[in-house]
């Protein structure tokens, strides 16, 4: 392998890299299933998908259907470039967090921050 070849893909790797944060109190997401639901139509829809700007963000919630519990989705582009978060990519970190942390979570990835967060209470409160 050329030098050149080995700065390239350490280069790409890097420009990848991931870190992850489980909160450890707060709400719990409950049922999983409306979570996702509701993060799904998000991220079809464009509310939280798309070209985010330099150190752009989107933001939103839904609550639950029981209405006890809101949930709050974001997305931050911590980059000095703007970035394309495609429907794939909006459903896959922000579903992270559902799946693997109880109370939410957020990860950074390529310099991107998925955020999802489960709230007491209906949204806006």
Known sequence: ???????FTAAAVCATTTSATCFKTGQHWGDHE??????SSLCKDHTLNGHYKPHEAAYACRNSPDKGTSYTFQITNKNSIG???????CNNYIGDQIDSCGHGGKVTHSGVEYRGDPN???CGT
């Open 120 to 122: 007491k209470g209906p």
């Open 83 to 89: 970035v394309d978060v495609t429907q794939a990519d």
């Open 34 to 39: 409306p979570p996702h639901k509701a993060l």
């Open 1 to 7: 392998m050329h030098f050149s070849t080995v700065l």
